[in-house]
């Protein structure tokens, strides 16, 4: 991942999407600490389809090994 705390990636591509810091509680959604560890032991080199995905309310949130949050409504 990048040197951005992957919470904060996450928070902010939400907030891209419209969704307020008040909406939602990603602590109710996912252990952001274990999913860190998930992504981290993937190396981004590697030829790997790792993805996680995990809903916010209407959003669909996927995280890849590669620096990529992306969020689309459901």
Do not use: C
């Not at 992957?6 to 969704?19: K, S, V």
């Not at 030829?47 to 809903?55: A, K």
Request: charged share 30%; hydrophobic share 40%; proline share 4%.
């Amino acid at each position: 991942m990048s040197d951005r705390p992957l919470l904060l990636e996450i928070i902010t591509a939400l907030e891209e999407q419209g969704l307020d810091r008040d909406e939602y509680q990603l602590q109710r959604v996912i252990n952001i600490e274990a999913l860190e560890r998930v992504v981290d032991s993937a190396s981004p080199q590697a030829d790997t389809d790792l993805e996680i995905r995990f809903s916010v309310g209407e959003f669909r949130v996927v995280v890849t090994p590669s620096d990529e949050v992306t969020v689309k409504t459901s």
